[in-house]
């Protein structure tokens, strides 16, 4: 039975659903559609935060779902927004690269040291915002509203200097980790 609980989850869940239209309506070129959705998704993935940490309605499901779902978002809009030619292809290479890395990263490390709990470093809550504000400067461009070119073009190094420090402070943080964990397994034998 679902209760005002879940509601976090609910909100992340209508969030995953909102990528599909969101892709569709950025290919059929409705960018006002397009910035409406990824404003309503920004904000439900604000308010399933908030929700959860106020009431204390956090779950072993929304701490895997809630980061799913920015991660299927990003990946949508910034592959459909290269292969509409408004963002570079180095920059989508880069966020998946990123990505992608962690990801591995997390799965050597939970296998090979101990269980994994991921859970998002501040920096790392900047980087996803800095990506989703990427997202809605370009949509507001393409939406025909004025932004100035500096914007775009300073939040597009924004974004990629957040992927590489926020996958050096992974790195190292993990990395320390394991290193300390395989030290004390050599101490132990």
Not at 15 to 30: A, K, Q
Not at 76 to 85: R, V
Request: net charge positive; aromatic share 12%.
């Amino acid at each position: 039975m679902i209760s005002v609980r879940d509601l976090p989850n609910i909100l992340t869940v209508a969030r995953m659903l909102l990528v599909g239209p969101l892709v569709y309506m950025l290919l059929t070129e409705r960018y006002v559609a397009a910035l409406v959705l990824a404003l309503v998704a920004g904000i439900s993935d604000w308010l399933d935060g908030a929700l959860a940490r106020r009431f204390n309605w956090q779950s072993q499901f929304g701490g895997i779902l809630d980061p799913l779902a920015d991660k299927l978002l990003m990946l949508a809009s910034y592959a459909t927004l290269t292969w509409l030619d408004a963002l570079p292809v180095w920059l989508l290479a880069l966020v998946v690269a990123r990505d992608l890395i962690i990801v591995a990263g997390g799965m050597v490390y939970h296998y090979w040291f101990e269980s994994f709990q991921a859970q998002p470093t501040q920096l790392s809550k900047y980087n996803t915002l800095c990506q989703l504000v990427l997202v809605w400067v370009v949509l507001t461009t393409l939406a025909g509203l004025p932004v100035p070119q500096w914007l775009s073009v300073a939040l597009v190094w924004l974004v990629a200097l957040m992927a590489v420090a926020t996958l050096v402070q992974y790195v190292f943080k993990w990395g320390r980790r394991a290193v300390r964990i395989a030290h004390t397994r050599d101490l132990s034998r």
